[in-house]
Nanobody, 121 residues
Framework: QVQLVESGGGLVQAGGSLRLSCAAS????????MAWYRQAPGNQRELVAG???????TYADSVKGRFTISRDNAKNTVYLQMNSLKPEDTAVYYC???????????????WGQGTQVTVSS
């Protein structure tokens, strides 16, 4: 059983900062991708930032220079440090993991329940 537990969302004024965390529980053999997506009302879910094993980190153009994604492999946890927040960053933020569980050979995708980030102007 895999669970992604997110925390750190909330309400912040424009220019402020928040740090999101996502801990992946479960018996993983390997985790290949850890990422954050977001979805604002009326919009499609979009990639915010991602870490893929053996590849450079990826950021949406709209968050480059403001957001930083990091990963603690020992804890199977991914973080998203969000600075200089803007009202347009308001969305539900979802944690995403792609990995292989022990005793399986199948790569699966897992999603967190989402955490609300609201930036007031």
């Amino acid at each position: 059983q895999v669970q992604l537990v997110e925390s750190g969302g909330g309400l912040v004024q424009a220019g402020g900062s928040l740090r999101l965390s996502c801990a992946a529980s479960g018996s993983f053999f390997s985790i290949n991708v850890m990422a954050w997506y977001r979805q604002a009302p009326g919009n499609q879910r979009e990639l915010v930032a991602g870490i893929t094993s053996g590849a450079p980190t990826t950021y949406a153009d709209s968050v480059k220079g403001r957001f930083t994604i990091s990963r603690d492999n020992a804890k199977n946890t991914v973080y998203l440090q969000m600075n200089s927040l803007k009202p347009e960053d308001t969305a539900v933020y979802y944690c995403y993991v792609r990995g292989v569980l022990l005793r399986t050979v199948v790569m699966n995708d897992y999603w967190g329940q989402g955490t609300q980030v609201t930036v007031s102007s």
